[in-house]
Nanobody
Framework: QVQLVESGGGLVQPGGALRLSCAAS????????MSWYRQAPGKQRELVAT???????NYAEVVKGRFTISRDNAKNTVYLQMNSLKPEDTAVYYC??????????WGQGTQVTVSS
């Protein structure tokens, strides 16, 4: 079955950096558009960044210039490099995979806390 396993979350000070990873299995990874979402306490889940099968990327305005999404199809892994982190980036970050004509998939999430 399809599995998306996130890692790399943790506690970081404001201005710091983290790199999240999402390892995928059970699907033809290179076919899928991969995204990172996040959900802060009491808020709706929001789209952070997306990378298509062709490598095109899109970002939420609030993270543009600070976050970078990338993928390694040989490793079936998508990454989210997060720099210049702010307290408002605190959330559970989720990996998401979608491909036209198939069900989307979600990871279990990884906690990112930005605090001094």
């Amino acid at each position: 079955q399809v599995q998306l396993v996130e890692s790399g979350g943790g506690l970081v000070q404001p201005g710091g950096a983290l790199r999240l990873s999402c390892a995928a299995s059970g699907l033809i990874f290179s076919f899928y558009t991969m995204s990172w979402y996040r959900q802060a306490p009491g808020k709706q889940r929001e789209l952070v960044a997306t990378i298509t099968s062709g490598g095109s990327t899109n970002y939420a305005e609030v993270v543009k210039g600070r976050f970078t999404i990338s993928r390694d199809n040989a490793k079936n892994t998508v990454y989210l490099q997060m720099n210049s982190l702010k307290p408002e980036d605190t959330a559970v970050y989720y990996c998401h995979a979608r491909f036209a004509g198939s069900d989307p998939y979600w990871g279990q999430g990884t906690q990112v806390t930005v605090s001094s």
